[in-house]
């Protein structure tokens, strides 16, 4: 489930309790990049809350995210909130504000978009 | 034998149009990355993206093996190369030894790890992806005032608080000022991380001859003699098998007086693959790896009399000396305590400078290196020191003044102000603006809710750097005057100027002085293996030192060329004026071409007599110089935006003697250019991790015509007694009176909101806030 | 500062470019954002197809009460044009306020849509006209409107091979006023905010209101909330206020260096009436 919510993964393999190694790929408009990185969840507290831990570095930069996912059930679905702080580094960071604050955002929604798709299936 | 004496035009103080622009303008000049040898090789540098990291291991394995690779060096190989030094020295002065490659730890985004070596310069940057580093993360710290705060990550781990140096300067009594004082008035005040932006960028050409054991070594550089001496020796090299050119120069304010890891790391690779090997700094290097400016802050206590009267000043300043030290890092701040009375009268300082390690760029001299953060401080303290008794601006400053006849002044810092007219810019400033319609207009402006904002700056400036016991490398500088033997004259320099207008100036000044054509004056520069010996272009000392050894060095071939015109006209009584000798008796004269040919021709020399003509001065100043003056800045504010617009500057600048008012104008333009990019746009910004958020021009605001406002410049001329072309200084003028003058032009539209104090650079969001909130 | 290596190909025709990009090319127009991500590595496209040599893509043509803007078009062309001037002057308004001359002089405009930077100017004015992009694709064509067009920050709803061709605007009727007003990054000269606005007045009251965000959110919008309050206004210094402030209803601001959310939403709504305020004096 988680492979099929984070933007671009191309797998995800499990190295260890609720620890994963991952390839993505990032493709947005003219901005393109491979990562290599690995995935954890601590602080589980089914069902409403985890805490992720995302870290990817590839040749123009690392990421590192770490957000606190609460689900709240609301109606027919799941509000999924999220508080978290994303680090960047190397090339990227230097990509520009307007760039970064824009692709993050979009992101995380599209993780959560597609978090919420596949809880829902 | 003409017997005619040609009255020739005097040049000096006239507009002449820079004799270097045309290659300049036209995108012709030949610049490092201009050079072609045969054999070059190109290098490209692995740098890290971490702030501060261990290094695991590195594999170079991939790299090694791409196309067009011939080597590939990381930190264990270039070991034993010195480290990159620095010239400043301080008491307690910590000093993290600077390797060109890191070996094991990484102490700043950028931090360089490896070369890779290939056949082209594609190539290279393709195979330096392929270097691999196995980087553990540590964490980092990017703010100077977070680093000397208890628990913060040691940059250095063998020094855990990350102070690199703690220095105090004390003058007069301060205790006993402040006890006495009516008032004291207190801000934190800082002076942000600057990005030094010149147009070239750096770059490295090195070529070692191994048969000839030859090291030439091409760099981008404003000190190529400091270069030779100081990278021969990183490298193990005799100094006199190494030559340093520094070709046409984009550019430096400062970037460009250093020692960088590329410029030894290059002579390195030469040696070990022997070719001749380039590097040319990328703009995104240029940003992480070239020294920044600035980066203080400060906090200022200023004590008064009710009358404006000050008494003394106290000055806390915490400089952000980034990873390293280089050249002069720790030297920059000593500056600022230095010029820290400005143009007042107060002989009660104290001041304690903490310097402080942090995972950022180091931080060095960058166009004003010291002065503008000190001018910026008093300035911003003497205004607020005027609104808290409410006195007018201009009112408070001409009272504290330094009066004419207490010239030669000697500071409570230790300096001797040589020669001023403190007021006299100031006043020229209020006549020409109108200052009290100014002010009228301002209060008309007020009462229809209308921002507007009148600043003054008035500041002075340590030119000339400068005495050899105050300046790292010695504060001479060396001239040459060669008359060819076809009667041409080739002045060299050691000031190793790269932009300023030397090439026209100097030339400017041989012709007044030798009397001769200056389409026959060629002007050298930025060559070990011509130039004699130099120490450089920086900190306004150019023509103040490098145009008075040339002066003198003049005076010396003059005498030679009497000594040839007495033999040619057989005569004891000769003199020298106007380009020939002339005989006093019979009114006889030789010319300036005829001594020259016969000089080197030496055909009926008496015995003992030297032939030629070439005399060289090493001229040590007695002091430095002092320019001052007085910008104002008028502002209007865009309440419902916080926009500012710059309605008026004005520029009153003495810089003493003027040899060239068009250059000394374009002087003023662009330093002005840099100082309001300080005040408005200007500021390099670390994330909490000290990854550089303006890493691009996308985000840095560099300074672009259309952003400037008219530049208005214009003199006052207070001779300078320290050298005998009456020249102070000007190339630093513009920086340091413009940051000042605008803030405190922004300062004072709001100031009827409360608002006292803003730091730079004054983006429109801080400027709406306070609008809005109407408080600091 | 050096590309990964690619190929490169400059076709002269629509067709063969888009046989090229059916096999896997991204198209090169003005270079003008493509070309710095490709220096920084952050983009490192194998094969670029240089739409610039294609003659009939480089035209703005009258149609049927529109205009036809072809993709290669430069903003300089679109800001100077007679024709885009006297009859769509918030489209050359919008193109003339983009970058700096140089940027002006090969930046295009199928590269700026394409590119959906958040804080390009076109999007505004493009939403503020209704305008339609056309996009060209192996099988054909398809017209979709701005509004579709635009999905998220540098999002469209252009498939992988698509292209745009052209962009369509309507020929104002007289007695529009337009407007588009912008507060820029100083560094980068894109839009910390900017807005399009297009009046129609008759009888004394609003008729038609449309206005154009770029800069503050993801993509550039249309403000729906204040349009609606503006129209059937008198369009009277309060009405104006009152509409300029809901211009940010709603909106998930952009926050960075440059401006936070809060100002860029003060921003929005002053920079919405200054448009709005100098459209209706024009209508
Ligand atoms: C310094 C600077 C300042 C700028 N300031 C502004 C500003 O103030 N406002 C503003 O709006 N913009 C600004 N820009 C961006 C500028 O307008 C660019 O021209 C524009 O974003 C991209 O157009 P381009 O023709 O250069 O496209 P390119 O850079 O060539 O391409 C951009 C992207 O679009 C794709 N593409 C290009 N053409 C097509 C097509 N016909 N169909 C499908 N895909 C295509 C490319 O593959 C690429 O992914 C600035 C750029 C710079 C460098």
Redesign the interface.
Known sequence: MLARAIPGCEGLEQTGPDEYRMKMKMALASLSGAFEGKVKITDQSPPSSFRLLVEG?S?I??VKGEGLLKLTPSGEGTEVAYEGDA?????M??????LIDGTSKMMIKKFFEKLAAESAS | MATTIIQTEKLVGKRIRRREDPRLITGTATYVDDMQMPGMHHAAIVRS???AAKIRSISIKAAAEAPGVVAVFTGKDTEKVGPVPCGASLPGLRVPHHYILAIDRVYL?GHPVAVVVATD??LA??AA?LVEVDWEVLPAVADPEKAIAPGAPPVHPQWPDNVAFVYNQEGGDVDKAFAEAEVIVKQRITSQRLIPSAMETRGVLAEWRGADRQMTLYTSTQVPHLVRTLVAGMLGLEENRMRVVAPEVGGGFGSKLNIYPEEALMGFVSMKIGKPVKWIE???EN?LCTIHGRGHVDYFEVAAKKDGTILGIKLKLIQDQGAYHQLLGPAIPTLSVLMMPGLYRTKNIRAEVIGVFTNCTPTDAYRGAGRPEATHGIERMVDILADELGIDPAEIRLKNFVHNEEFPFPTATGLTYDSGDYAAPLQKAMGIVDYTKLRAEQAAARKQGKLMGIGICTYGEICGFGPSPATPAGGWECGTVRVEPSGKVTLLTGSCHHGQGEETTFAQLAADELGVDIDDILVLRGDTAIVPYGIGTFGSRATAIGGTALYYAMQDLKVKMKKFGAIMLDSHDVSYANGQVVCNKMGKSVSFKEIAAASYRAMKLPPNTEPGLVSTHFWEPPNFTFGFGAHIAVTEIDP??G?ITVRRYLAVDDCGNIINPLIVDGQVHGGVAQGMGQAL?EQA?Y?D?G????????????P?A??MPWIESQHTTTPSPVNPLGVKGVGEAGTIGASPSLVNSVVDALSHLGVRHIDMPL???KI??LVAGGKN | ??P??FEYTAPKTLDEAMALLASGGKPLAGGMSLI?MMK??LATPEHLVDLGRIKDLDYIREAAGELHIGATTTHYSVESSALVRGKCPLLSAAAGAIG?PQIRNVGTMGGSVAHADPAADYPAALQALEAKIVIRGAKGERTVSAADFFVDAFTTSLESGEVVREVVVPVEQAGTGTSYLK?PQ???GFAIVGVAVRVQRSGGKITLARIGVTGLSNIGYRAWAAEKALEGSAGSADDITKAAALVAQGIDANSD????AD?RR??AS?YAARAITAAASKA
Not at chain 2, 691 to 702: C, F, K, N, S
């Open positions: 570095s040749k930069g690392f680090q960047i580094g190397g090339t960071a230097a990509i520009g504000q307007r | 993206p971490h702030a985004v310069r594609y940057r393709d992806d990328s703009r995104r940003f419902e935006t926009q746009w910004v994330d991790n990854q550089l958020v303006t890493g691009e021009y996308t985000d840095y605001t560099m672009r259309h952003m983006t429109p969001e709406w806030k | 500062m050096i990964q290596t710095p920084l590595r700096d507060m100083p560094a980068s260096l440059h401006a936070s100002y003060h921003l002053v």
